[in-house]
């Protein structure tokens, strides 16, 4: 009578017979065995799909060119905005109006207004009128026009009073108390000259006597003599 097998040698013999099996046919993973019911059905290896390498090539390639086209547009600078452009007016500046005024007011003389301006916008800008002036014959409403003449508190000289008429005398230019636009009316005396005659009168005080339009520089002997018939001291 032969002895039994000892119960320990029966896995190892089993996994044996299993291991031919697997030699026999590779294809194998799980061969079922008397214990198949207890580790459930057999399971198959997921096997992944062979691609050509042409397709591999391909593939490769277009993920190269979509990482450098996401590189490249990473790195290309944000578009500037297009500068504000400032506007230009084509439109011609309003133009100036120079007129005269005279009279009872601070700084009488020219004054320059802008278009549009009316007599008490000259006023105010000949330094405004003195204290107790009489304004009953003057339009403060009146819209200025270039060249006038504005006679604040006096009367104001006749519409036919282009110049003297003839056999009637002009009246002399006190030089102690004209301004720079009556000087400048004198013949031969511009508004440089003008502006020596009051420079010099306030540096060195009234003058005494017609002669001493001498001292003025730009006034010489021919032009004294013109001047002597039309100034007075």
Same mark, same amino acid.
């Given at each position: 009578m032969l002895p039994r097998p000892h119960q320990d040698s029966l896995p190892t013999e089993r996994l044996a017979a299993l291991? #031919?099996?697997?030699r026999a046919d590779p294809t194998l993973v799980y061969a079922r065995s008397e214990d198949a019911d207890e580790h459930g059905p057999p399971r198959r290896r997921f096997h992944l799909p062979r691609l050509p390498r042409r397709g591999?090539?391909? *593939? =490769?390639?277009?993920?190269?060119? +979509?990482?450098? =086209?996401?590189g490249s547009w990473w790195q290309s600078p944000a578009a500037e905005p297009a500068p504000d452009l400032a506007l230009v007016s084509t439109s011609s500046p309003a133009p100036e109006l120079v007129v005269n005024v005279v009279g009872e007011v601070a700084t009488p003389g020219l004054v320059t207004a802008p278009s549009g301006a009316r007599v008490a916008d000259a006023i105010r800008l000949a330094g405004g009128m003195k204290p107790g002036t009489n304004l009953h014959n003057l339009n403060l409403a009146r819209k200025l026009t270039d060249g006038e003449q504005i006679a604040v508190g006096i009367p104001p000289p006749p519409p036919d009073a282009g110049g003297p008429q003839p056999g009637t005398p002009q009246p002399k230019l006190n030089l102690n108390s004209? +301004?720079? +636009?009556?000087?400048?009316?004198?013949? =031969?005396? =511009?508004?440089?000259t003008a502006q020596r005659i009051v420079d010099h009168r306030t540096r060195?005080?009234?003058?005494? /006597?017609? #002669?001493? *339009?001498? #001292?003025?520089?730009?006034?010489?002997? /021919?032009?004294l003599a013109k001047l002597s018939d039309l100034v007075h001291t």
């Open positions: 291991a #031919d099996k697997v591999l090539l391909a *593939l =490769g390639v277009a993920v190269a060119c +979509t990482v450098i =086209g996401l004209a +301004t720079p +636009t009556e000087l400048d009316a004198l013949p =031969g005396v =511009g508004p440089v060195k005080g009234p003058f005494a /006597s017609v #002669d001493q *339009l001498r #001292d003025v520089e730009g006034i010489g002997e /021919s032009k």
